[in-house]
Protein backbone atom coordinates (compact mmCIF):
# COMPACT_ATOMS: atom_id res chain seq x y z
CA UNK A 1 0.00 0.00 0.00
CA UNK A 2 1.50 3.61 -0.63
CA UNK A 3 2.28 5.59 2.06
CA UNK A 4 0.05 9.01 2.55
CA UNK A 5 2.36 11.00 2.97
CA UNK A 6 4.83 9.87 0.23
CA UNK A 7 1.73 9.83 -1.86
CA UNK A 8 1.00 14.05 -0.07
CA UNK A 9 4.90 14.24 -0.94
CA UNK A 10 4.20 13.75 -4.58
CA UNK A 11 0.71 15.59 -5.08
CA UNK A 12 2.74 18.75 -3.66
CA UNK A 13 5.58 18.24 -5.99
CA UNK A 14 3.63 17.79 -9.29
CA UNK A 15 1.42 21.12 -8.24
CA UNK A 16 4.61 22.73 -7.89
CA UNK A 17 5.95 21.56 -11.14
CA UNK A 18 2.62 22.92 -12.63
CA UNK A 19 2.14 26.12 -11.09
CA UNK A 20 5.94 27.07 -11.14
CA UNK A 21 7.72 28.70 -14.05
CA UNK A 22 11.37 29.22 -15.17
CA UNK A 23 12.79 32.49 -14.29
CA UNK A 24 13.66 34.76 -17.14
CA UNK A 25 12.16 35.09 -20.22
CA UNK A 26 10.93 31.30 -20.64
CA UNK A 27 8.22 32.83 -17.28
CA UNK A 28 6.00 34.81 -20.43
CA UNK A 29 6.55 31.69 -22.77
CA UNK A 30 5.59 28.46 -20.76
CA UNK A 31 4.75 26.91 -24.14
CA UNK A 32 8.42 27.30 -25.47
CA UNK A 33 10.21 24.80 -23.25
CA UNK A 34 7.58 22.36 -24.13
CA UNK A 35 7.05 22.47 -28.00
CA UNK A 36 10.80 24.39 -29.39
CA UNK A 37 12.88 21.44 -29.31
CA UNK A 38 10.20 19.31 -30.64
CA UNK A 39 9.38 21.69 -33.39
CA UNK A 40 13.29 21.99 -34.12
CA UNK A 41 13.33 17.95 -34.04
CA UNK A 42 10.52 17.80 -36.87
CA UNK A 43 11.73 20.49 -38.91
CA UNK A 44 14.81 19.49 -39.43
CA UNK A 45 14.00 15.71 -39.73
CA UNK A 46 12.17 16.80 -42.29
CA UNK A 47 14.75 17.30 -44.51
CA UNK A 48 15.86 13.50 -43.99
CA UNK A 49 16.11 11.30 -47.30
CA UNK A 50 14.75 7.93 -46.73
CA UNK A 51 15.63 5.02 -47.81
CA UNK A 52 15.68 4.72 -51.97
CA UNK A 53 12.30 3.00 -53.41
CA UNK A 54 12.20 -0.88 -53.33
CA UNK A 55 15.14 -0.64 -50.80
CA UNK A 56 12.80 -1.38 -48.00
CA UNK A 57 14.02 -1.97 -44.31
CA UNK A 58 17.34 -4.37 -44.75
CA UNK A 59 20.97 -3.40 -45.53
CA UNK A 60 22.60 -2.65 -48.41
CA UNK A 61 23.22 -5.65 -49.68
CA UNK A 62 19.54 -7.67 -49.06
CA UNK A 63 17.21 -4.37 -50.20
CA UNK A 64 16.46 -5.47 -54.15
CA UNK A 65 17.81 -9.10 -54.95
CA UNK A 66 16.24 -8.03 -58.50
CA UNK A 67 18.23 -4.94 -58.82
CA UNK A 68 21.43 -6.49 -57.43
CA UNK A 69 20.86 -9.69 -59.85
CA UNK A 70 20.69 -6.89 -63.11
CA UNK A 71 23.71 -4.90 -62.03
CA UNK A 72 25.66 -8.13 -61.88
CA UNK A 73 24.33 -8.85 -65.59
CA UNK A 74 25.48 -5.73 -66.37
CA UNK A 75 29.38 -6.19 -65.47
CA UNK A 76 29.02 -3.63 -61.96
CA UNK A 77 30.75 -4.66 -58.83
CA UNK A 78 28.99 -4.81 -55.66
CA UNK A 79 30.86 -1.34 -54.35
CA UNK A 80 29.49 0.43 -57.54
CA UNK A 81 25.98 -0.68 -56.37
CA UNK A 82 26.05 0.12 -53.24
CA UNK A 83 27.16 3.59 -54.22
CA UNK A 84 24.55 3.81 -57.13
CA UNK A 85 22.19 2.79 -54.75
CA UNK A 86 23.14 5.18 -52.47
CA UNK A 87 22.73 8.05 -54.65
CA UNK A 88 19.63 7.07 -55.53
CA UNK A 89 16.55 9.95 -54.80
CA UNK A 90 15.10 8.84 -51.51
CA UNK A 91 11.68 7.89 -50.98
CA UNK A 92 8.80 10.28 -50.47
CA UNK A 93 8.95 12.26 -47.11
CA UNK A 94 12.15 14.17 -47.52
CA UNK A 95 11.63 18.04 -48.18
CA UNK A 96 14.62 18.40 -50.58
CA UNK A 97 14.80 14.39 -51.43
CA UNK A 98 18.59 14.33 -50.84
CA UNK A 99 20.55 11.09 -51.89
CA UNK A 100 20.31 8.48 -49.10
CA UNK A 101 24.00 9.35 -48.40
CA UNK A 102 23.41 12.30 -46.90
CA UNK A 103 21.11 10.58 -43.97
CA UNK A 104 23.94 11.04 -41.44
CA UNK A 105 24.86 14.77 -42.29
CA UNK A 106 20.70 15.60 -42.12
CA UNK A 107 20.60 13.52 -38.69
CA UNK A 108 23.73 14.90 -37.10
CA UNK A 109 22.56 18.83 -37.58
CA UNK A 110 19.10 17.76 -36.71
CA UNK A 111 20.20 16.29 -33.30
CA UNK A 112 22.88 19.11 -33.06
CA UNK A 113 20.06 22.04 -33.30
CA UNK A 114 17.57 20.00 -31.18
CA UNK A 115 20.55 19.83 -28.22
CA UNK A 116 20.78 23.62 -28.81
CA UNK A 117 17.37 23.99 -28.49
CA UNK A 118 16.88 22.01 -25.06
CA UNK A 119 20.05 23.87 -23.71
CA UNK A 120 17.88 27.07 -24.34
CA UNK A 121 14.86 25.60 -22.45
CA UNK A 122 16.55 23.57 -19.99
CA UNK A 123 15.35 26.32 -16.92
CA UNK A 124 11.91 24.77 -18.31
CA UNK A 125 12.58 21.50 -17.54
CA UNK A 126 14.67 22.10 -14.28
CA UNK A 127 11.24 23.22 -12.50
CA UNK A 128 10.05 20.07 -12.37
CA UNK A 129 12.05 18.03 -9.56
CA UNK A 130 14.24 15.16 -10.47
CA UNK A 131 13.33 12.00 -9.00
CA UNK A 132 13.27 8.34 -10.98
CA UNK A 133 11.37 5.33 -9.18
CA UNK A 134 12.19 1.57 -9.72
CA UNK A 135 8.79 0.94 -11.92
CA UNK A 136 10.07 3.45 -14.45
CA UNK A 137 12.68 1.38 -15.43
CA UNK A 138 10.48 -1.70 -15.13
CA UNK A 139 7.98 -0.44 -17.45
CA UNK A 140 11.05 0.37 -20.21
CA UNK A 141 12.39 -3.31 -19.95
CA UNK A 142 8.93 -4.68 -20.86
CA UNK A 143 8.05 -1.90 -23.59
CA UNK A 144 10.68 -2.44 -25.11
CA UNK A 145 9.86 -6.63 -25.32
CA UNK A 146 6.51 -5.70 -26.56
CA UNK A 147 7.65 -3.03 -29.73
CA UNK A 148 10.07 -5.32 -30.74
CA UNK A 149 7.30 -8.10 -30.84
CA UNK A 150 4.40 -6.34 -31.76
CA UNK A 151 6.61 -4.57 -34.74
CA UNK A 152 8.11 -7.88 -36.08
CA UNK A 153 4.17 -9.04 -36.34
CA UNK A 154 3.45 -6.33 -39.11
CA UNK A 155 -0.27 -6.07 -37.96
CA UNK A 156 -0.49 -2.69 -39.44
CA UNK A 157 -1.35 -3.54 -43.18
CA UNK A 158 -3.38 -5.87 -42.36
CA UNK A 159 -5.51 -3.38 -40.48
CA UNK A 160 -5.14 -0.62 -42.90
CA UNK A 161 -5.28 -2.42 -45.81
CA UNK A 162 -9.42 -3.62 -46.17
CA UNK A 163 -9.99 -0.20 -45.39
CA UNK A 164 -8.11 0.94 -47.67
CA UNK A 165 -9.55 -1.37 -50.34
CA UNK A 166 -13.19 -0.57 -48.92
CA UNK A 167 -12.58 3.67 -49.66
CA UNK A 168 -11.31 2.55 -53.26
CA UNK A 169 -14.35 0.71 -54.11
CA UNK A 170 -15.42 3.94 -54.36
CA UNK A 171 -13.50 5.28 -56.94
CA UNK A 172 -15.29 5.59 -60.85
CA UNK A 173 -14.28 3.54 -63.35
CA UNK A 174 -12.73 0.61 -61.93
CA UNK A 175 -12.81 -2.22 -64.11
CA UNK A 176 -13.14 -5.93 -63.42
CA UNK A 177 -9.81 -7.26 -62.26
CA UNK A 178 -8.70 -3.60 -60.80
CA UNK A 179 -7.62 -3.84 -56.88
CA UNK A 180 -9.58 -0.96 -55.46
CA UNK A 181 -6.59 1.26 -53.49
CA UNK A 182 -6.66 5.14 -52.42
CA UNK A 183 -2.74 4.31 -51.54
CA UNK A 184 -4.06 5.01 -47.97
CA UNK A 185 -0.57 3.49 -46.40
CA UNK A 186 1.10 5.61 -49.25
CA UNK A 187 -0.95 9.13 -48.03
CA UNK A 188 -0.51 7.83 -44.09
CA UNK A 189 3.21 7.09 -44.34
CA UNK A 190 4.26 3.62 -44.18
CA UNK A 191 6.34 3.82 -40.91
CA UNK A 192 9.42 3.26 -42.63
CA UNK A 193 13.01 4.04 -40.17
CA UNK A 194 15.57 5.03 -41.85
CA UNK A 195 16.94 2.02 -41.33
CA UNK A 196 20.50 3.34 -42.43
CA UNK A 197 23.59 1.09 -41.18
CA UNK A 198 26.70 3.63 -40.77
CA UNK A 199 28.36 -0.06 -39.91
CA UNK A 200 27.95 -1.22 -43.50
CA UNK A 201 27.38 2.43 -45.33
CA UNK A 202 29.74 4.25 -43.76
CA UNK A 203 32.23 0.72 -43.61
CA UNK A 204 35.15 2.95 -45.82
CA UNK A 205 35.59 5.44 -42.91
CA UNK A 206 35.16 3.44 -39.33
CA UNK A 207 35.54 6.36 -37.14
CA UNK A 208 32.82 8.51 -39.08
CA UNK A 209 30.88 4.90 -38.88
CA UNK A 210 31.15 4.72 -35.24
CA UNK A 211 30.57 8.25 -34.23
CA UNK A 212 27.36 8.28 -36.04
CA UNK A 213 26.40 5.61 -34.36
CA UNK A 214 27.37 7.50 -31.01
CA UNK A 215 25.59 10.26 -32.35
CA UNK A 216 22.01 7.76 -33.60
CA UNK A 217 22.36 7.12 -29.92
CA UNK A 218 22.57 10.61 -28.14
CA UNK A 219 19.49 10.79 -30.09
CA UNK A 220 17.44 7.88 -29.57
CA UNK A 221 18.28 7.41 -25.65
CA UNK A 222 18.63 10.94 -24.11
CA UNK A 223 17.33 13.70 -26.41
CA UNK A 224 13.98 11.78 -27.99
CA UNK A 225 13.08 10.79 -24.51
CA UNK A 226 13.15 14.03 -23.04
CA UNK A 227 11.64 16.54 -25.66
CA UNK A 228 9.05 14.09 -26.50
CA UNK A 229 7.71 13.15 -23.19
CA UNK A 230 7.89 16.72 -22.49
CA UNK A 231 6.15 17.76 -25.66
CA UNK A 232 3.18 15.01 -25.11
CA UNK A 233 2.63 15.17 -21.84
CA UNK A 234 3.81 17.93 -20.80
CA UNK A 235 2.03 20.20 -22.64
CA UNK A 236 -0.30 18.57 -25.41
CA UNK A 237 -1.72 16.07 -22.50
CA UNK A 238 -2.49 19.40 -19.95
CA UNK A 239 -3.32 21.58 -22.94
CA UNK A 240 -6.20 19.47 -24.19
CA UNK A 241 -7.16 19.38 -19.98
CA UNK A 242 -7.60 23.25 -19.37
CA UNK A 243 -6.50 26.69 -21.21
CA UNK A 244 -4.41 27.66 -18.63
CA UNK A 245 -2.33 24.22 -19.03
CA UNK A 246 1.00 25.23 -16.99
CA UNK A 247 -1.68 25.09 -13.83
CA UNK A 248 -2.79 21.33 -14.50
CA UNK A 249 -0.81 19.52 -11.93
CA UNK A 250 0.79 16.77 -13.87
CA UNK A 251 -0.34 13.78 -14.31
CA UNK A 252 -4.14 14.92 -14.07
CA UNK A 253 -6.00 13.24 -16.78
CA UNK A 254 -9.61 13.84 -18.24
CA UNK A 255 -10.45 11.39 -21.10
CA UNK A 256 -9.63 13.42 -23.86
CA UNK A 257 -5.94 13.52 -22.38
CA UNK A 258 -5.30 9.90 -22.58
CA UNK A 259 -7.03 9.62 -26.26
CA UNK A 260 -4.78 12.49 -27.52
CA UNK A 261 -1.56 10.90 -25.28
CA UNK A 262 -2.22 7.78 -27.52
CA UNK A 263 -3.52 8.91 -30.58
CA UNK A 264 -0.71 10.95 -31.59
CA UNK A 265 1.56 9.08 -31.30
CA UNK A 266 -0.01 6.68 -33.21
CA UNK A 267 -0.37 9.00 -35.98
CA UNK A 268 4.09 9.80 -35.50
CA UNK A 269 4.36 5.75 -35.95
CA UNK A 270 1.60 5.27 -38.66
CA UNK A 271 3.71 1.99 -39.69
CA UNK A 272 4.03 0.73 -35.75
CA UNK A 273 0.17 1.23 -34.78
CA UNK A 274 -0.10 -1.17 -32.58
CA UNK A 275 3.18 -1.00 -30.79
CA UNK A 276 2.31 2.76 -30.15
CA UNK A 277 -0.87 2.00 -29.03
CA UNK A 278 0.33 -0.66 -26.56
CA UNK A 279 3.85 1.34 -25.18
CA UNK A 280 2.81 4.97 -25.36
CA UNK A 281 -0.25 3.68 -22.97
CA UNK A 282 1.76 1.74 -20.57
CA UNK A 283 3.34 4.86 -19.82
CA UNK A 284 0.18 6.94 -20.13
CA UNK A 285 -0.07 4.47 -16.95
CA UNK A 286 2.98 5.16 -14.82
CA UNK A 287 2.00 8.99 -15.39
CA UNK A 288 -0.62 8.52 -13.78
CA UNK A 289 0.61 6.01 -11.15
CA UNK A 290 3.91 8.10 -9.89
CA UNK A 291 3.00 11.55 -11.43
CA UNK A 292 6.26 12.00 -12.29
CA UNK A 293 7.83 13.17 -15.70
CA UNK A 294 11.01 11.99 -14.80
CA UNK A 295 9.75 8.46 -15.13
CA UNK A 296 8.35 8.64 -18.17
CA UNK A 297 11.16 9.70 -19.63
CA UNK A 298 13.25 7.33 -17.87
CA UNK A 299 11.11 4.82 -19.16
CA UNK A 300 11.06 6.04 -22.40
CA UNK A 301 15.15 6.49 -22.07
CA UNK A 302 15.56 2.56 -21.19
CA UNK A 303 12.97 1.61 -24.12
CA UNK A 304 14.84 3.43 -26.64
CA UNK A 305 18.63 2.29 -25.41
CA UNK A 306 17.48 -1.52 -25.18
CA UNK A 307 15.96 -1.14 -28.72
CA UNK A 308 19.33 0.60 -30.21
CA UNK A 309 21.40 -2.26 -28.48
CA UNK A 310 19.28 -4.97 -30.45
CA UNK A 311 19.46 -3.53 -33.75
CA UNK A 312 23.01 -3.22 -33.66
CA UNK A 313 22.95 -6.88 -32.34
CA UNK A 314 20.69 -8.36 -33.79
CA UNK A 315 20.83 -6.22 -37.67
CA UNK A 316 17.45 -4.91 -37.44
CA UNK A 317 17.90 -1.65 -39.10
CA UNK A 318 14.75 -1.28 -39.86
CA UNK A 319 13.72 -0.74 -36.37
CA UNK A 320 15.71 2.41 -36.11
Known amino acids: MENPNEATATAENSLD ?47 DVGAAESGVQNGLADSEMADEWEEMPAAGGSLFSLPYRYYPYVYTAKIVLTLLAM ?13 VSWLSFAVGGVGVVLWIGLCHLRLEPMVVGPVDRFLGSFIPGLEEGDTPSVG ?42 IFEEFFLRGFLMRFVIHE ?67 VVTWDQWQLM
Open 17 to 63: AATRLPNGWLSGWPWVTFILPMAVYMLVGSCEPKPPPGAGNGPASQV
Open 119 to 131: VLVWPGYQTFPWR
Open 184 to 225: LMSLLGTGERSAFNPLEHLADNPSWAYSFLAIRFLGLALLVP
Open 244 to 310: KWWQVPFGSVNRMAILVGTAVPMLMHPGELLASLVWFSMITWLMIRTRNIWDCVIAHAVTNLLLGIY
